[in-house]
Nanobody, 119 residues
């Protein structure tokens, strides 16, 4: 069974930072592109960031957010700086067999971790 387990969410004041982690198991982590998505109440799930299997290619919807990975630890990270209340959402980790596939149909999803940014 493939599992993606997010952690690192919580309550933070506006302007603060958080680093989310997503620990993967049950798959060959180095073969998968990884991504982060988020969903706020009443909104659709939206893309946040993506990284290819070896970390050489990344993308982010926000300049304040940076994605990275440690293949030895089978973990992908999302560093979030200068947080604002609009960043409040459940953040989900996803895995796909190709970088491009992340935007369309990831193979696996985590259960999410809540991020709440207070003003």
């Amino acid at each position: 069974q493939v599992q993606l387990v997010e952690s690192g969410g919580g309550l933070v004041q506006a302007g603060g930072s958080l680093r989310l982690s997503c620990a993967a198991s049950g798959l060959v982590f180095g073969y998968y592109a990884m991504g982060w998505f988020r969903q706020a109440p009443g909104n659709e799930r939206e893309f946040v960031a993506a990284i290819d299997s070896n970390g050489g290619r990344t993308s982010s919807a926000k300049g304040r957010f940076t994605i990275s990975r440690d293949n030895a630890k089978k973990t992908v990270y999302l560093q979030m700086n200068s947080l604002i209340p609009e960043d409040t959402a459940i953040y989900y980790c996803a895995a796909a067999l190709s970088y491009d596939a992340l935007a369309h149909r990831p193979n696996y999803w985590g259960q999410g971790t809540q991020v709440t940014v207070s003003s």
